[in-house]
């Protein structure tokens, strides 16, 4: 065996088919494309295109609403407070406040601020500084020792700089 005899199997490779070559080719004049019309030609994009009756996207109702100006917390829980000052992330004796909260892994990113819920128990006195809590956790931070300062509510327009 010599390296120019060498190749594939038998039917392994095609040749491409070249089209537009004459009627004895199979796939001359048209291509294989059929007559005229959009799919004909290159380069079509007729998705959702229902030959002219109204899209399903369209006769279908529009649901829902997107508030701007809504206010995204980012919730935590009590426990969730308790285990990262358990492992030594969060300082008991410093105030307890977003960027802390962002530092010590707690929440991911700041958004609008955070709101601490009741889920869970307090072992620590802590003292909070937060846009929100609900009336559990406030009772649960209170009967630990702590103290919670709600921070006043900043709209969208200040947020932005305008």
């Known amino acids: ?6 190749g594939d199997n038998p039917g392994a490779s095609r040749m491409r088919m070249r089209v537009g070559r004459g009627i004895g080719s199979g796939k001359g004049k048209t291509c294989g494309r059929g007559i005229k019309g959009q799919k ?4 079509i994009t007729i998705k959702g295109f229902e030959g002219g009756q109204m899209p399903l996207h369209r006769r279908l109702p529009k649901r829902g609403f997107w508030n701007p100006f809504a206010t995204q917390y980012n919730e935590v829980n009590l426990a ?4 990262a000052v358990d492992a030594g992330k ?14 010590a892994g707690v929440c991911s990113k700041p958004r609008d601020g955070v ?9 620590v006195k802590l003292a909070f500084e937060v846009a929100a809590a609900s009336k559990s956790a406030v009772a649960a931070i ?6 919670i300062v709600l921070l006043a509510k900043k709209s969208k327009e200040q947020t932005s700089g305008a």
């Open 142 to 147: 209170e009967s630990a020792g702590g103290s």
């Open 80 to 83: 969730r407070i308790q285990a």
């Open 115 to 123: 709101k601490i819920l009741g889920q869970g128990a307090l072992t």
């Open 40 to 43: 004909a030609r290159a380069g």
């Open 90 to 103: 969060l300082d008991s004796s410093a105030r307890i406040t977003v960027e802390a909260l962002v530092g």
């Open 1 to 6: 065996m010599k390296l120019n005899e060498i």
